[in-house]
């Protein structure tokens, strides 16, 4: 069965004109170890889906299933266990890093609250090794997101991301603010950690050039609709 579910997703938000119909009856599925590019131009609903799939916020109407389970309105101790499950990588990753705490706290942080550790030096040994695992410097441990440039600090905020060892990641525009020279970069990392791991990404992005090589599938997005569902092979074949 598959990974993830969207059955008929909805998400609005009440605006001062009346009501904003960001998602619009959006149904999916993602499997296992897929890539879903979701396209679209600025604002036509890619962040709130993604954001809605995972929790960050709750649907309107509609249902999210992750493994079978319906989790569109689940709360407490079965909210906590969804986002232990599932995460999300954002375009600035300065945004979401807390700017008091240092490169090797930021990644200690999830780790610490998922109680998976007896001791401090088993919890020291995984920070280091989800550091290397995505390219940063131990030297840097003791660093400040400040003082990092774009391409490390979205790496920081991928270690982050890969703390619980998630089944299912949202990575919400996370090249789109590096420079063109880096990008390539953190896609491989993307990929290669994929490769790795087996985790599913539903990657949102208005840069159809981007997905383009990462995605097993595309969806394209238009006011806050599924205008277009189909292979990467289908959607870049000359025919
Ligand atoms: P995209 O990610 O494709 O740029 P968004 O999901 O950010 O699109 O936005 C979709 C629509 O929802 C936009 O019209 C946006 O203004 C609106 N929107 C997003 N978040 C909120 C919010 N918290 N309150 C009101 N409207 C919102
Ligand atoms: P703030 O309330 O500080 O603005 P954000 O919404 O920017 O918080 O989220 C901060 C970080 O916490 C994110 O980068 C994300 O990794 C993590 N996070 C928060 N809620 C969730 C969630 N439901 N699922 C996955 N990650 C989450």
């Known amino acids: 069965s598959p990974l993830i ?9 009440n605006v001062p004109a ?24 600025s604002g036509c609903g890619k962040s709130t889906l993604g954001r809605t799939i995972i929790r960050l916020l709750e649907a309107t ?3 999210v299933l992750l493994e079978g389970k319906d989790i569109t309105h689940v709360q407490g101790e079965a909210l906590k266990k969804v986002r232990e499950q599932v995460q999300i990588i954002f ?7 807390n700017p008091r705490l240092d490169i090797s706290r930021t990644i200690k942080e999830p780790l610490k609250r998922s109680g998976r550790f007896r001791s401090r030096a088993e919890l020291m040994k995984e920070t280091a090794e989800l550091m290397d695992l995505v390219g940063i410097d131990e030297r840097l441990r003791e660093a400040y997101p400040h003082e990092l440039d774009g391409g490390r600090r979205q790496r920081v905020g991928i270690a982050r991301a890969l703390a619980l060892r998630p089944k299912f990641i949202v990575c919400d525009e996370p090249v789109s603010a590096l420079d063109v020279s880096i990008q390539a970069q953190v896609l491989n990392l993307l990929m290669d950690l994929q490769d790795e791991m087996g985790m599913a990404y539903m990657f949102v992005t208005h840069d159809l050039s981007v997905v383009r090589h990462i995605s097993d599938n595309i969806c394209v997005m238009y006011l806050g609709q599924l205008v277009e569902k189909c292979s990467t092979q289908e959607l870049f074949s000359n025919n």
Request: hydrophobic residues 30%; charged residues 25%.
């Open 91 to 97: 375009q600035d990753p300065y945004s979401s890093l």
């Open 61 to 63: 109407d509609g249902q």
């Open 5 to 13: 579910e969207v059955k008929h997703l909805k998400k609005y938000f």
């Open 18 to 41: 009346g009501t904003n119909h960001a998602v619009d009856d959006v149904s999916f599925t993602i499997h296992k170890g897929e890539t879903l590019g979701v396209v679209g131009e």
